[in-house]
């Protein structure tokens, strides 16, 4: 009876332990899809920074370039 009684006692404490060792593991999953999450949400934002950066450049190109063509525009008519 004594043996049963061990016997049962050693499969509580195993069942908490893997219980305990489970419950790690998840919380650890739950922080990496934290993570995971935090640097997606990240990179989209620098990737609308970014596409906003060159929309502004090619915005700013196109101004340049008309600017260019008003001054040549201008020397020919002088010449």
Do not use: P
């Not at 049962?8 to 995971?36: C, F, W, Y």
């Amino acid at each position: 009876m004594q043996d049963l009684e061990w016997l049962r006692e050693q499969h509580r404490t195993s069942l908490q332990a893997m219980v305990k060792d489970n419950e790690e593991h998840l919380q650890q999953l739950r922080q990496t899809e934290e993570l995971e999450v935090d640097a997606v949400t990240s990179a989209s934002s620098h990737t609308r920074s970014l596409n906003s950066i060159i929309e502004q450049m090619e915005k700013f190109s196109s101004k340049l370039h008309d600017l260019s063509h008003k001054v040549e525009a201008t020397h020919q008519t002088m010449d």
